[in-house]
């Protein structure tokens, strides 16, 4: 994935979280009813421990303030900070979305490192980076998701990144459109549930991302490669709910899954990349997912 030196990426909001504690505002989940449901749904793309999030997060330290990252203006900043590289991937998806959905607003990203306490509740790198609904971020811890990546087995690299924001990106479209309401109202896991379908069309967004990621002749992506394409769908394989459970456990179980199966999760970022639109992500009218 090469990058576009002149590209602005300052409109991407990137922010670090970080400043100390800010008294006693604590971390508690800050929603009603469905809300922690969302929270273990949205949590796990990597299918880890949710109990972070859930937690009381009222100690010292866990409300932070955001710092902006600062110095990321143009693509060639990457050079020189590579941590520019998350506004390049927000700049890019924020920019397709913009012009694909009537009503877009754009959402920003927070990263984080061991812990940090958001809209939905504290939540603990454990869980993986996840989009927080009710405050409409995106929480990444971002050395972390690199470790998890390769501990997964996935080779990783900046495309898989990019598909894993773009994911993440993809369940805030979803909370535009409405569609994560609809699905949060049911409570059931397995291979063909609402939470699963969920995950599935957040993954055919990303594809349909990649696919248009370097369409815009002044966009922060100026190239993409084959490799990078294994990459995604390498990452995407690897995140599946039954390769994790074969990781964790030594065993399978369909009826828990929340995210879908490594198949499944292959099948619809495929999709999304092949058709290149976003009307193709329908898993909810699908009656085969993969
Ligand atoms: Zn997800």
Redesign the pocket.
């Given at each position: 994935m090469q990058y576009r030196d002149s590209a602005d990426i300052s409109g991407a909001s990137v922010n670090q979280a970080g400043g100390g504690s800010r008294g006693s505002a604590g971390g508690r989940l800050a929603v009603g009813g469905g809300g922690t449901i969302v929270v273990l749904i949205?949590a796990l793309?990597f299918g880890c421990d949710p109990s972070g999030l859930l937690g009381g997060g009222t100690g010292s330290g866990d409300t932070q303030v955001a710092n902006p990252v600062t110095q990321c203006t143009r693509g060639s900043d990457i050079q020189a900070n590579r941590e520019c590289r998350w506004n390049a991937y927000m700049a890019s998806i924020g920019a397709y979305w913009s012009g694909a959905l009537q009503g877009f607003k754009a959402t920003s990203m927070t990263t984080f490192s061991g812990r940090v306490s958001t809209g939905c509740g504290a939540a603990t790198s454990s869980v993986g980076p996840f989009y927080c609904p009710v405050d409409q971020v995106i929480y990444i811890d971002t050395a972390y998701t690199a470790t998890l990546l390769s501990q997964l087995g996935a080779r990783g690299g900046d495309a898989a990144e990019a598909y894993i924001v773009a994911?993440?990106y993809g369940?805030h479209i979803q909370n535009l459109t409405g569609v994560m309401a609809k699905a949060q109202s049911s409570t059931q896991t397995g291979a063909g549930s609402a939470s699963v379908r969920l995950?599935l069309q957040?993954d055919c967004y990303a594809g349909v991302w990649f696919r248009h990621s370097t369409d815009d002749p002044n966009g922060a992506i100026k190239s993409v490669t084959q490799d990078d394409l294994n990459r995604i769908i390498d990452a995407a394989i690897a995140v599946g709910d039954d390769a994790i459970q074969k990781a964790q456990t030594g065993s399978v179980n369909q009826e828990s899954w929340t995210?879908g199966s490594s198949a499944q999760r292959k099948n619809w970022t495929s999709i999304g990349f092949k058709t290149g639109d976003p009307n193709k992500c329908d898993t909810f009218s699908a009656t085969t997912l993969g």
């Open positions: 949205l793309i994911h993440e369940h995950e957040a995210h």
